[in-house]
């Protein structure tokens, strides 16, 4: 019994042998499954969105490109040249260069960010005709995921003499979509409307360049605002991270904390565990805003009240419980919450300013965080079931939010000392 065991194992292996190898058409079946972000642009919403600005056509005309590369490095370099072309389009439609592409108002971020996910959508389910590995297409969806949020276009102007202060500034993709489908992110709005631009101060013209961030737990946790952000803190005058915040008001926030709440993020992904940064050994639990806090709330900056927050919510050294703290830490506390809480907002707050401090800047570089106003829509179109998409109290208030950040990042610049080099 014994001996034919053996030769039908033997005859077993022969037979595969023969077979032919899978083909590389084959191979790329095991592409993966669209994201639970992708597949919101399913819905209705996204679609009238896309449709209402002219970039329904990215997602379409970029998959005719991908399908025609028959390689990976072909593959990349489309992908490269088109993710840089979907942020240089966005930012010309938000400042007024070229056809609006529809009846959507100019200054709206939420294009942008639903043309991406078409984009990613189809690199992360393309089939290429060759074959192309798990790794290769990872790096075209970052190379993809950077290109189109402007981390790769930041050009700041050398500093000649008495040239322009060079400032840095930070925006997301909009978030909670499964709330709001419709949703707009003014600091996404904001990094669109600024990128470039020049501001003028009662000090100087400021040169602003921008970037935008995605609402992700994983692309924080491999790094993506460091890799971003390192290059050119040791040669801005300032930064500022924006996010949306509380209703009907601004906020400085003054203290970042190393804590992640667990709010489901866009990927309907939640993580409470400590900030995970390079060198945890060396990681404290707080870091601080630089930017110069009182002259911005002191500023008269737009209809929205800025505040200082100094509250974060603690663990208090020998402690069990958290409590909320309205004047900062104490000394030796586990964060739990910095001013702007424990999201996304807080994180890279926090990476930011850290990235300050090993750069050994924080003496040096005034730099934090801003809270806008939630952006909300009119009063007869807050329900998201029978809701436009858009109205005229949201582009007016989302306007208003992008003119009182830029003069924020006015009153900043001119309370500030410009560094030399």
């Keep these: 019994m014994s001996a034919i065991r053996v030769r039908i194992g033997v005859l077993g292996l022969a037979l595969v042998a023969c077979l032919p190898a899978p083909s590389a058409a084959a191979a790329a079946d095991t592409a993966p499954a669209p994201t639970a972000e992708e597949q919101r642009l399913d819905r209705a919403v996204p679609r009238e969105i896309l449709a209402a600005s002219g970039f329904d056509t990215v997602a379409p005309r970029f998959a005719r490109q991908l399908e025609a590369a028959h390689s990976y490095a072909q593959a990349r370099r489309v992908v490269v040249r088109e993710g ?73 102007p050398r500093r000649a003499g008495e040239g322009p202060a060079r400032v840095l500034v930070t925006g997301f993709d909009p978030f909670t979509l499964d709330r709001d489908i419709r949703i707009s992110n003014p600091s996404g709005a904001t990094a669109l409307a600024l990128d470039g631009t020049v501001i003028e101060t009662p000090d100087g013209p400021a040169r602003v360049e921008t970037a935008v961030f995605p609402v992700r737990w994983r692309d924080f946790a491999e790094g993506t605002v460091e890799r971003t952000l390192r290059p050119y803190l040791s040669h801005v005058d300032l930064f500022a991270t924006v996010s949306q915040g509380r209703v009907g008001r601004f906020d400085v926030e ?17 993580r409470t565990e400590t900030v995970p940064v390079t060198d945890p050994a060396s990681q404290p639990q707080w870091t601080t805003t630089t930017l110069p806090y009182a002259q911005i709330v002191a500023a008269d900056t737009g209809r929205f009240p800025v505040y200082d927050n100094t509250s974060v919510t603690e663990i208090p050294a020998g402690g069990t419980e958290a409590v909320v703290r309205p004047d900062g830490p104490t000394a030796g506390s586990t964060a739990r919450a910095g001013g702007g809480g424990n999201y996304l907002s807080n994180e890279i707050a926090y990476r930011a300013t850290l990235l300050r401090d090993r750069l050994g800047l924080h003496d040096t570089l005034p730099g934090g965080h801003v809270h806008t106003p939630v952006l909300q829509f009119g009063a007869g179109n807050t329900d998201p079931a029978t809701g436009t998409v858009t109205d005229p109290e949201f582009v007016r208030n989302r306007l208003d939010i992008v003119a009182q950040v830029r003069a924020i990042v006015t009153a900043a610049v001119s309370a500030t000392e410009r560094t030399p080099g």
Excluded at 99 to 109: C, F, I, M, N, Q
Excluded at 254 to 270: I, K, Y
């Design 84 to 156: 840089a072309a979907l942020w240089r389009r966005a930012v010309d439609r938000a400042q007024g260069r070229g056809p609006a592409g529809g009846e959507l108002s100019r200054d709206d971020d939420r294009p942008l960010y639903w043309a991406r996910l078409g984009m990613t959508r189809e690199v992360r389910t393309w089939k290429p005709g060759f074959a192309l590995g798990e790794n290769q297409r990872d790096s075209l969806l970052a190379d993809l995921e950077r290109t189109s949020r402007g981390q790769t276009d930041i050009r700041l």
């Design 254 to 270: 003054r203290t970042n904390g190393a804590w992640r709440g667990g709010f489901p993020d866009n990927e309907n992904v939640s």
